[in-house]
């Protein structure tokens, strides 16, 4: 079946950059997803990329796509503590005629002043 | 896009007793999905809930121990059965966030749910 592997802790320090990173196995994903999640709270998209893109930038965030390798990867640039969170990747694929996400194992991002 | 109104946000159970969920969703939306997220876990879809039809469960997950019901576009639960420790569990609903999966998915605030 489908596999999302992410490292599962990083620590930067206030205003550095953060990349977290992520890999999966299914080749036909079509889009992949980064969503944050804060403690005791539900899960926030932050932003996606489609299957056929290597690059997307919104404001803080970069995502980066290899899709040879199989690799996804979110910097977040000027990284503040309002940041520290868990940060899952998700790919989508189309498995027994039917849309399905399968989550990665999820980064916590700890944020030093 | 869509909003998910989740309840009960938390609850303590007695092993053995069941809890029942509450997803209701602003919009209609064809599709919800129910997840399970153990202590320091990912998550885990435990099923999907089509309006009008018995809902697919995934593997590892039946019938007999979350029950679905999705009586409308907008509103479906999720039934915890015959609980016990190994439960203790976040369960989060989802739906589509707007049109198409490109918009991403929506989730609900999550219930914490702990059996004692």
């Known amino acids: 079946g489908e596999d999302v592997e992410q490292s599962l802790f990083l620590s930067v320090r206030e205003g550095d950059s953060s990349v977290i990173n992520c890999t999966y196995t299914?080749?036909?994903?079509?889009?992949l997803y980064w969503y944050k999640q804060e403690p005791g709270a539900g899960l926030q998209l932050l932003t996606y990329?489609?299957?056929?893109?290597d690059m997307k930038q919104d404001q803080r965030l970069t995502v980066l796509l290899n899709k040879k390798d199989k690799h996804l990867s979110l910097r977040i640039a000027d990284t503040q503590t309002g940041d520290s969170a868990i940060y899952f990747c998700?790919?989508?694929?189309?498995?027994?005629?039917?849309?399905?996400?399968?989550f990665g194992t999820g980064t916590k991002l700890q944020v030093i002043p | 896009s869509a909003v998910i109104s989740q309840k009960p946000s938390r609850d303590i159970c007695q092993r053995g007793t069941s809890l029942t969920i509450q997803c209701q969703v602003d919009?209609?939306?064809?599709?919800m999905f129910w997840y399970r997220q153990q202590p320091g876990q990912s998550l885990t879809l435990i099923a999907t809930?089509?309006?009008?039809?018995?809902?697919?469960?995934e593997s590892g997950f039946v019938i007999d121990k979350f029950p679905i019901s999705r009586p409308n576009l907008t509103f479906s639960t999720l039934t915890v059965s015959n609980m016990s420790p190994e439960d203790s569990s976040i369960y989060l609903c989802?739906?589509?966030?707007?049109?198409?999966?490109?918009?991403?998915?929506?989730f609900g605030s999550g219930t914490r749910l702990t059996v004692v």
């Open positions: 989802s739906v589509e966030a707007g049109q198409g999966i490109g918009s991403g998915y929506t």
């Open positions: 299914d080749s036909s994903s079509t889009y």
């Open positions: 990329i489609f299957s056929n893109m």
């Open positions: 998700a790919e989508t694929s189309s498995a027994g005629g039917y849309q399905k996400v399968t």
């Open positions: 919009s209609q939306v064809t599709m």
């Open positions: 809930a089509n309006q009008g039809s018995e809902a697919t469960y």
